[in-house]
């Protein structure tokens, strides 16, 4: 593919006319820093997310653990029986249990 110097000269002078002006000097720098400010962002939220389902299955175990000791032991809690004391902490827990994973949920979708 041949092309003639008129046409070269043409060409050149379109491209040096459709130069991009930056609004600013560091525009380009200001750019990229925030753009690895985003991807480090996502990395640590990713991190986070991780880590709280860790901590939610965690807790979600030691409920379920000190639900059953509950219902093993025998006599009463400061005064009140035994079966008040596994209604409220049952209740208890499955509020939280339930809080936590509309949360999850919620995280879930945006992500």
């Not at 965690?58 to 379920?64: A, D, E, R």
């Not at 032991?73 to 409220?88: A, C, D, H, N, R």
């Amino acid at each position: 593919m041949t092309t003639s110097d008129p046409e070269m000269g043409v060409l050149t002078e379109l491209l040096r006319n459709n130069k991009l002006e930056m609004p600013f000097s560091d525009f380009d720098d200001k750019v990229m820093h925030r753009i690895q400010g985003e991807i480090h962002d996502k990395a640590t939220i990713s991190r986070d997310i991780k880590l709280s389902f860790f901590f939610f299955v965690l807790g979600t175990l030691f409920g379920l653990f000190i639900n059953s000791y509950l219902l093993r032991v025998q006599g009463t809690f400061w005064s009140m029986p035994k079966e008040t004391i596994v209604l409220f902490f049952q209740a208890l827990f499955l509020f939280i249990f339930f809080l936590q994973i509309e949360h999850f949920v919620k995280v879930f979708r945006k992500a």
